[in-house]
Structure formats: structure tokens, C-alpha cells
């Protein structure tokens, strides 16, 4: 399906072998810095609604949702088991290739808010996920996509590897664009003290007219 809005090698890879193989070792590091993760913490704070029900993408060892928002639920969706057990704000979690089925398998309306912290650049088919990610999101439920200038280069998109910040964050936007039916698509530049940057790109499920 991407490939009626972007060149099919956009979503080529150095690395074409199995994510499965890939990240079947845990990885339990943070990939941002303190200043950067706390960024973003403020962030979730003043925008996810609080004691809500939250989809983890793309989790691993961390969540970063802040304690203040004391949410109903958290599930994680990644690929290595060993790092989403060990993460504490996880109540439940699954393993799921979001690259060979892009397809969320939870109901329409579930989640007050999805969040995907510093993974989006590994997503070979975005838009279909970006889409089933407003399908499960409740009518004003928020999506919030944050990436930062770091990323496991063989592994990520060619076209990502061939762009700049700026233009990393307009890709982001233009997948929900491309998705459709989000609204209050909203970008955001931190410079934290420390020395990872912190790009966020958000929007909400449109509400059922």
C-alpha cells in the first residue's frame, strides 16, 4: 500500500533478514539519554489523558509514561519478550511483527492514547499501521510518535537514513496525513540539556460525527 505514495526502495533495508533474528537478544538499555527521556515524560504528561488505557508500540524494556498519569491499563507490543517481562509498567504484553503484519490485533476503540518512543524508523509499511492505530484508538485518543537522532542504522528505512531531522519529523506528519482520519496533527522540537534531541509528532482520532 505505501508504494502509491512512496518509491518501494524507500522502505528498503541494509538489513533484510528476519526482526525476529534481529532482536531475539534483549536489549535492556534505554536509547535516549535522562535529559531526553524526562522531555518526554513532560510531554506524555501534559498531553495523554490520565488513568487511561495505553498501547505501548513497539515496547521494549521501558515505557517512559510518567507515574502522574496512574493508568488504568498499559500493554506492550514489540518483538523480544525477555525485555517487555522485565519492564514494570507493563500489564500485559505480546510479541508482533508489525513489519510482516502490520494489521494491531485488538479491537476498534480500545486505547485513550498510543505511544511509540524512538522505533518509528523501523516501520516498512507505516501507513497501514498508522491506520490501524486510529482504528483502535477511542474517538479524541492520541497517538505520540518520538524519535531522536539514534537508531540501529541497518535496520532502519533507507529513506529515513537519507533525510535530516527536520525532514525525519515531515515524514512522521506526512504518515498521519496519509492515514487519515487524525486531526490536531501537532510537531515538536526539545533540545534538552543533555545530548540527545527529542522530536515528537502526535495527532488524535477524529471524532465520530
Same mark, same amino acid.
Given at each position: 500500500?505505501?508504494?502509491?505514495?512512496?518509491?518501494?526502495?524507500?522502505?528498503?533495508?541494509?538489513?533484510?533478514?528476519?526482526?525476529?533474528?534481529?532482536? *531475539?537478544?534483549?536489549?535492556?538499555?534505554?536509547?535516549?539519554?535522562?535529559?531526553?527521556?524526562?522531555?518526554?515524560?513532560?510531554?506524555?504528561?501534559?498531553?495523554?489523558?490520565?488513568?487511561?488505557?495505553?498501547?505501548?508500540?513497539?515496547?521494549?524494556?521501558?515505557?517512559?509514561?510518567?507515574? &502522574?498519569?496512574?493508568?488504568? *491499563?498499559?500493554?506492550?507490543?514489540?518483538?523480544?519478550?525477555?525485555?517487555?517481562?522485565?519492564?514494570?509498567?507493563?500489564?500485559?504484553?505480546?510479541?508482533?511483527?508489525?513489519?510482516?503484519?502490520?494489521?494491531?490485533?485488538?479491537?476498534?476503540?480500545?486505547?485513550?492514547?498510543?505511544?511509540?518512543?524512538? &522505533?518509528?524508523?523501523?516501520?516498512?509499511?507505516?501507513?497501514?499501521?498508522?491506520?490501524?492505530?486510529?482504528?483502535?484508538?477511542?474517538?479524541?485518543?492520541?497517538?505520540?510518535? *518520538?524519535? &531522536?537522532?539514534?537508531?540501529?542504522?541497518?535496520?532502519?528505512? &533507507?529513506?529515513?537514513?537519507?533525510?535530516?531531522?527536520?525532514?525525519?519529523?515531515?515524514?512522521?506528519?506526512?504518515?498521519?496525513?496519509?492515514?487519515?482520519?487524525?486531526?490536531?496533527?501537532?510537531?515538536?522540537?526539545?533540545?534538552?540539556?543533555?545530548?540527545?534531541?527529542?522530536?515528537?509528532?502526535?495527532?488524535?482520532?477524529?471524532?465520530?460525527?
Amino acid at each position: 500500500m505505501e508504494q502509491r505514495y512512496f518509491p518501494e526502495n524507500y522502505f528498503k533495508r541494509l538489513d533484510e533478514g528476519s526482526d525476529h533474528d534481529f532482536y *531475539s537478544e534483549p536489549r535492556k538499555v534505554v536509547h535516549i539519554d535522562e535529559e531526553a527521556i524526562a522531555a518526554l515524560q513532560a510531554y506524555y504528561a501534559k498531553h495523554v489523558p490520565p488513568h487511561g488505557d495505553y498501547l505501548d508500540l513497539m515496547s521494549s524494556w521501558r515505557s517512559h509514561i510518567p507515574p &502522574s498519569l496512574d493508568p488504568i *491499563s498499559v500493554t506492550g507490543l514489540g518483538m523480544n519478550a525477555e525485555e517487555m517481562g522485565d519492564n514494570p509498567q507493563l500489564d500485559e504484553f505480546i510479541v508482533h511483527d508489525l513489519n510482516v503484519t502490520p494489521m494491531l490485533p485488538y479491537p476498534d476503540n480500545r486505547w485513550d492514547a498510543v505511544l511509540c518512543a524512538v &522505533s518509528i524508523q523501523y516501520l516498512q509499511n507505516p501507513i497501514d499501521v498508522f491506520r490501524h492505530v486510529n482504528r483502535t484508538l477511542k474517538p479524541d485518543g492520541i497517538f505520540i510518535v *518520538s524519535f &531522536s537522532n539514534r537508531c540501529f542504522p541497518t535496520k532502519a528505512i &533507507s529513506i529515513w537514513l537519507n533525510m535530516n531531522e527536520e525532514e525525519q519529523v515531515e515524514l512522521v506528519k506526512r504518515y498521519f496525513e496519509l492515514a487519515g482520519n487524525f486531526t490536531d496533527i501537532q510537531t515538536k522540537a526539545i533540545t534538552p540539556d543533555g545530548q540527545d534531541p527529542l522530536y515528537i509528532v502526535s495527532g488524535r482520532k477524529a471524532l465520530d460525527l
